[in-house]
């Protein structure tokens, strides 16, 4: 248990350094929000290579939680959706197989925004 408890923090805490290290060393070229499209599409990327699964199966949520996760989670979907629906699965699959984690960060945002006063 323990030992998994340190992959999962080591590899979620090597995603985080490689975001950091974006930003910091490109002369602010590179914004957060490109590291967060570049993390999900290299989560896909990794997922369709068929890399990404044996991270998943390794660093346990230190893989599945980082962006890189969703993207490989939108990508397992995907082709689950293709397989099952055809043609209409390859738009549906990945927002089924999402709706879950979007959900909640729809419903949590929310109760963090009434629970909470903005400054400004």
Same mark, same amino acid.
């Given at each position: 248990?323990?030992?998994?408890? /340190?992959?999962? +923090? &080591?590899?979620? %805490?090597? =995603?985080?350094?490689?975001?950091?290290?974006?930003?910091? *060393?490109?002369? #602010?070229?590179?914004?957060?929000?490109?590291? /967060?499209?570049? +993390? &999900?599409?290299? %989560?896909? =990327?990794?997922?369709?290579?068929?890399?990404?699964?044996? *991270?998943?199966? #390794?660093?346990?949520?230190?893989?599945?939680?980082?962006?890189?996760?969703?993207?490989?989670?939108?990508?397992?979907?995907?082709?689950?959706?293709?397989?099952?629906?055809?043609?209409?699965?390859?738009?549906?699959?990945?927002?089924?197989?999402?709706?879950?984690?979007?959900?909640?960060?729809?419903?949590?945002?929310?109760?963090?925004?009434?629970?909470?006063?903005?400054?400004?």
């Amino acid at each position: 248990m323990l030992l998994l408890l /340190l992959k999962a +923090f &080591v590899i979620g %805490g090597l =995603f985080c350094v490689v975001g950091q290290l974006l930003m910091d *060393l490109t002369s #602010y070229r590179i914004t957060p929000a490109h590291v /967060l499209v570049g +993390f &999900v599409t290299a %989560g896909v =990327f990794l997922s369709a290579l068929g890399w990404y699964q044996p *991270l998943v199966d #390794y660093a346990g949520a230190g893989a599945s939680v980082p962006l890189t996760g969703f993207g490989h989670l939108l990508a397992k979907g995907v082709l689950e959706g293709v397989r099952e629906k055809g043609i209409v699965g390859l738009f549906s699959g990945g927002l089924a197989s999402t709706a879950g984690g979007i959900t909640a960060a729809v419903v949590f945002g929310y109760l963090t925004a009434l629970a909470f006063k903005p400054k400004g």
